[in-house]
T-cell receptor, first 111, second 114 residues
Framework: DQQVKQNSPSLSVQEGRISILNCDYT??????FLWYKKYPAEGPTFLIS?????DKNEDGRFTVFLNKSAKHLSLHIVPSQPGDSAVYFC??????????FGKGTRLSVIA | KAGVTQTPRYLIKTRGQQVTLSCSPI?????VSWYQQTPGQGLQFLFE???????NKGNFPGRFSGRQFSNSRSEMNVSTLELGDSALYLC?????????????FGSGTQLSVL
């Protein structure tokens, strides 16, 4: 049973435009959500997070939105840059349990 | 500060063999987690060790095992390898147990089972 779902395996966006990556979850106990970014041949690196008590968190070009009633979160990247091309993983956690990851979305930013 | 180091970087084995992967966490980090990444399956949690004790375990068969040493270094072992075990195995360390955004990943060990 996939508790964290990223239904779009890939996404292509033109440089300078907005990238929107989506994530849905099923476990209402999750209270913290994270996005990790992964380049080929490297391990994932933490990008941005949001607590369940908030509905938005912003860090430079990256903004994460959380809609608890819909059990949905999204990552917005504005403006998108070629260096943003990577696989993005949505993850969720509650308490001291391990991070639960989605399957990832491959973002390609085209110059 | 050195990052998380995983060795070896690449490994080729045949079915039925066993394999041991090694992970050296960031200095001062006491928690080590292991994840398996396969194409189309994302990162699936294997187990987490903290202070030499397994604290959490994922839904993997008993062929997958691990341990942590007193210096926080960790090893994972896979016995009786199957073709489906081919994957990127990622180790992550953190200062404390269950610290989501404080997980620092290594570059992984790419295991190919022939």
């Amino acid at each position: 049973d996939q508790q964290v779902k990223q239904n779009s395996p890939s996404l292509s966006v033109q440089e300078g435009r907005i990238s929107i990556l989506n994530c849905d979850y099923t476990n209402s106990m999750f209270d913290y959500f994270l996005w990790y970014k992964k380049y080929p041949a490297e391990g994932p690196t933490f990008l941005i997070s949001i607590s369940s008590i908030k509905d938005k968190n912003e860090d430079g070009r990256f903004t994460v939105f959380l809609n608890k009633s819909a059990k949905h979160l999204s990552l917005h990247i504005v403006p998108s840059q070629p260096g943003d091309s990577a696989v993005y993983f949505c993850a969720a956690i509650t308490g001291n349990t391990p991070l639960v990851f989605g399957k990832g979305t491959r973002l390609s930013v085209i110059a | 500060k050195a990052g998380v180091t995983q060795t070896p970087r690449y490994l080729i084995k045949t079915r039925g063999q066993q394999v041991t992967l090694s992970c050296s966490p960031i200095s001062g980090h006491r928690s080590v987690s292991w994840y398996q990444q396969t194409p189309g399956q994302g990162l699936q949690f294997l187990f987490e060790y903290f202070s030499e004790t397994q604290r959490n375990k994922g839904n993997f068969p008993g062929r997958f095992s691990g341990r942590q040493f007193s210096n926080s270094r960790s090893e994972m072992n896979v016995s009786t390898l199957e073709l489906g075990d081919s994957a990127l195995y990622l180790c992550a360390s953190s200062p404390k147990q269950g610290a989501g955004e404080k997980l620092f990943f290594g570059s992984g060990t790419q295991l190919s089972v022939l």
